[in-house]
């Protein structure tokens, strides 16, 4: 984080950020006398910054950051005076000077503010320090004050760069460091940080705003990720035993820890974000889901409902009406309030006749476009033992896809979370059959109604589509059935 200034070439050489190439050059040969009598350590500068190691030079270094000034970007790390780099940690230095108006501005003082904020407060504690570096940002781009800018060039340099390729790379470089900082920090410093900086004061940093905010999705979608990749040999299996229920438990319990205190803090500083705001909830809501579903998989229906309530405030109502089926009303102490009109969203039982399995008709849950697979469900298949669901499905998008039958209910009664139905490469198209596995209270004769839906998925298990509920009702003896589907 703090290489830009610890390697900055002007330390290197022991020189001020606006001193000239005659300058640069005498400091070198100096360095180089000290180096041929094998004493190069002994070299003197006032410009050495105070509170840190001396710098450790080599010849080599030194004629690299010789090179190295003729690149601008190094300056705004540097001071021009040997008092800054002496003084950059006293309160009264940084104090010397506000940002207010262009006679008050000094770029070493910014610089000393933004330094100590680096060093000793790298989480972002201090957030009226900060906004302070977030004011000299935006009253140097945003205003384009440049002239604050030009302390640190000699007139040689001046005559080579314009106002404009200044201020640029000021805006480019200036925050390389918090780029670094914000890589390996954690969700509360990267919300400190984001909340720190207050578009309607520092409209210039609104693109870096932006990406701050990626970077907070990100997070969230990396907690995703890591419970998938400890729990996804559990799902598609169906009942699990002890070991894979306790897994799982301490899964959830490390992704808890991670997030369930900072989720509504993430929620709130996304609210200009709505895009990425949604990209999180969803995140958390389907990793809310599938460890309810695992742990009603395991027989564990009471910690299986304190999923359901954390999954069931950001649920829409067709969602809820799922969590209460699966945990209980009782269970969800806020459905209480809600049932009434939940109930009213139930759809009520038709008497609709059924028909002979070979008559069903079948039914499209989802359209096929360049984006999505058609996918029809063609109704049952009966063989005296075993009930089977067969699908019609066309792959006409650009990848291989996987289709999975989910929440899988017979009689009302939990049967399965997740089952693989098929995979379908590109351009396929063909009849797809699936046998179910009934519950083992559940005879073949007794089988009356089967529900679940139909998730698809690209390589990678990244979901594209979730279908509505097929909702069945059958009569294994007869062998006829029909289906609904609310689009």
């Known amino acids: 984080m703090l290489a830009c200034i610890l390697n900055n070439p002007y330390r290197i050489l022991g020189i001020a950020s606006n001193a000239t190439n005659i300058e640069a050059n005498e400091a070198l040969e100096k360095i180089k006398r000290l180096d041929r009598l094998k004493v190069i350590n002994s070299y003197k500068t006032d410009y050495s910054l105070a509170g840190f190691p001396m710098v450790s030079r080599d010849l080599a270094s030194c004629q690299n950051?010789?090179?190295?000034?003729?690149?601008?970007?190094?300056?705004?790390?540097w001071f021009c005076s040997a008092e800054a780099c002496q003084n950059w940690q006293s309160d009264s230095y940084r104090s010397s000077t506000t940002i207010s108006n262009l006679s008050d501005f000094i770029y070493d003082v910014y610089l000393a503010k933004y330094l100590y904020l680096l060093v000793?407060?790298?989480?972002?504690?201090?957030?009226?320090?900060?906004?302070?570096?977030f004011a000299g940002y935006q009253f140097i781009v945003g205003e384009q004050h440049v002239e604050v800018l030009k302390e640190k060039f000699n007139?040689?340099?001046?005559?080579?760069?314009?106002?404009?390729?200044?201020?640029?790379n000021f805006a480019n470089h200036i925050f390389f460091p918090l780029d670094i900082l914000m890589e390996n920090a954690g969700i509360d410093a990267m919300l400190s940080f984001f909340r720190s900086i207050r578009l309607n004061r520092y409209p210039a940093l609104k693109n870096y705003k932006r990406n701050l905010a990626g970077k907070i999705a990100q997070w969230s979608i990396a907690q995703e990720k890591k419970i998938w990749s400890q729990i996804e040999e559990y799902i598609g299996i169906g009942a699990l035993d002890e070991e894979a229920v306790e897994h799982v438990w301490d899964a959830a319990q490390e992704y808890d820890d991670s997030i369930q205190m900072v989720l509504e803090n993430i929620l709130n500083a996304l609210t200009m974000e709505p895009l990425r705001a949604e990209m999180v909830k969803s995140s958390y809501k389907k990793v809310m889901e599938k460890v309810m579903i695992l742990l009603l998989a395991g027989g564990k229906r009471g910690e299986a409902s304190r999923y359901g309530r954390y999954l069931y405030k950001y649920a829409d109502n067709e969602l809820k009406?799922?969590?209460?089926?699966?945990?209980?009303?009782e269970s969800i102490p806020e459905a209480i309030a809600d049932l009434p009109e939940l109930s009213k969203l139930i759809?009520?039982?038709?008497?609709?006749?059924?028909?002979?399995?070979?008559?069903?008709?079948?039914?499209?849950?989802?359209?096929?476009?360049?984006?999505?697979?058609r996918v029809d469900f063609c109704g049952l298949l009966f063989n005296d033992l075993n009930v089977g669901v067969r699908f019609w499905i066309s792959n006409t998008t650009s990848s291989e896809l996987k289709f999975w039958l989910m929440d899988i209910e017979v009689n009302g009664q939990f049967a399965a979370s997740t089952e693989i139905l098929c995979n379908v490469d590109i351009n396929e198209h063909n009849y797809y059959d699936y046998e179910l596995f009934?519950?083992?209270?559940?005879?073949?004769?007794?089988?009356?109604?089967?529900?679940?839906y139909v998730e698809i998925d690209r390589p990678g298990n990244e979901t594209i589509y979730d279908t509505e509920i097929v909702?069945?009702?059958?009569?294994?003896?007869?062998?006829?059935?029909y289906a609904t589907y609310k689009r």
């Open 65 to 77: 950051a010789l090179a190295s000034i003729k690149n601008i970007k190094h300056k705004w790390f």
């Open 120 to 133: 000793f407060d790298p989480n972002f504690n201090q957030r009226s320090n900060w906004r302070e570096v």
């Open 155 to 168: 007139n040689t340099e001046l005559e080579k760069n314009n106002n404009d390729t200044i201020l640029e």
């Open 321 to 329: 009406l799922k969590i209460i089926s699966a945990c209980g009303v």
């Open 347 to 373: 759809p009520k039982n038709n008497e609709k006749e059924m028909v002979d399995g070979s008559e069903f008709d079948d039914i499209t849950i989802c359209e096929g476009d360049s984006n999505l697979p």
């Open 438 to 452: 009934l519950p083992d209270n559940i005879l073949y004769s007794d089988v009356t109604s089967i529900t679940f």
């Open 471 to 481: 909702n069945i009702k059958c009569d294994m003896i007869t062998e006829k059935m």
